[in-house]
C-alpha cells in the first residue's frame, strides 16, 4: 500500500529565507509526482508535476526534485514571502491516474 | 475556462441526517474525483469517474456513502445516515485524462464543501 508522507508537517520561517519542504512515498512505482498549495477554505491549486522520467521541475522562485529511487521529492521556494503561507501537499499519482495526498506542510512566512 | 463548481459550501447537519453535495467538472474533463479532506490530513480519494463510470471507489463507505455521475458530467455525493466522523471538507475535482493517458495533464480542485455533523 502506498504511504506518503511530508516532514515537517508546520514550518514558520522569516521573509527571505530559503525553505526545503520534504515528501516521502513507500512504492517507486509511480507515473508522476505533483505538488500543490492550499490556502484556508480553499481548494487545492496545482504548483510542479513532475513526470516518472524527470528528475527536476522549475517555475519562477519553485524547484521540486524527484528520486524515485529512494522514494523522496523535495520542494526548494527561494526567497520566501508572506504571499508564500499556505499548506503544501504533494501527491504521488499511480495507475488510473489516481492521486494518493500526504498529510501537508502548514507554511507560515512572518513578515 | 470556468473552474470546477462545487455547492453547497457550507453544511450543518445533526447526526443520522442525510446530506447531498453536487460537483460541476470543468467543460470537456472526463475524469472527476470525490475526495474527503478531514481538518490537518490530506485529501483521501473516495470515488474517481471516467465519464459516467466509476474507475474506483475502494475507499468509498459504500453503507452511508453514494455517488452518481448521470450523463457523465455533473455529479452528486450523499450520505445517509450521517455520523460525526464524516464533519470533513468534501472536494470535487476533475482533469481531462483519459484512464491510463499519462501525460503531463493536471488536476482541477472545486473550493470544497464543508461539512460539519453535530
Known amino acids: 500500500k502506498q504511504e506518503v508522507t511530508q516532514i515537517p508537517a508546520a514550518l514558520s520561517v522569516p521573509e527571505g529565507e530559503n525553505l526545503v519542504l520534504n515528501c516521502s512515498f513507500t512504492?517507486?512505482?509511480?507515473?508522476?509526482l505533483q505538488w500543490f498549495r492550499q490556502d484556508p477554505g480553499k481548494g487545492l491549486t496545482s504548483l510542479l508535476l513532475i513526470q516518472s522520467s524527470q528528475r527536476e521541475q522549475t517555475s519562477g522562485r519553485l524547484n521540486a526534485s524527484l528520486d524515485k529511487s529512494s522514494g523522496r521529492s523535495t520542494l526548494y521556494i527561494a526567497a520566501s514571502q508572506p504571499g508564500d503561507s499556505a499548506t503544501y501537499l504533494c501527491?504521488?499519482?499511480?495507475?488510473?491516474?489516481?492521486?494518493?495526498f500526504g498529510t501537508g506542510t502548514r507554511l507560515k512566512v512572518l513578515a | 475556462e470556468a473552474g470546477v463548481a462545487q455547492s453547497p459550501r457550507y453544511k450543518i447537519i445533526e447526526k443520522r441526517q442525510s446530506v447531498a453535495f453536487w460537483c460541476n467538472p470543468i467543460s470537456g474533463h472526463a475524469t472527476l474525483y470525490w475526495y474527503q479532506q478531514i481538518l490537518g490530513q490530506g485529501p483521501k480519494l473516495l470515488i474517481q469517474f471516467q465519464n459516467n463510470g466509476v474507475v474506483d471507489d475502494s475507499q468509498l463507505p459504500k453503507d452511508r456513502f453514494s455517488a452518481e455521475r448521470l450523463k457523465g458530467v455533473d455529479s452528486t455525493l450523499k450520505i445517509q445516515p450521517a455520523k460525526l466522523e464524516d464533519s470533513a471538507v468534501y472536494l470535487c475535482?476533475?482533469?481531462?485524462?483519459?484512464?491510463?493517458?499519462?501525460?503531463?495533464?493536471?488536476?482541477?480542485f472545486g473550493e470544497g464543501s464543508w461539512l460539519t455533523v453535530v
Open positions: 512504492d517507486s512505482a509511480i507515473y508522476n
Open positions: 475535482a476533475s482533469s481531462s485524462l483519459r484512464t491510463g493517458h499519462l501525460s503531463g495533464n493536471t488536476i482541477y
Open positions: 501527491a504521488v499519482v499511480r495507475g488510473t491516474y489516481k492521486y494518493i
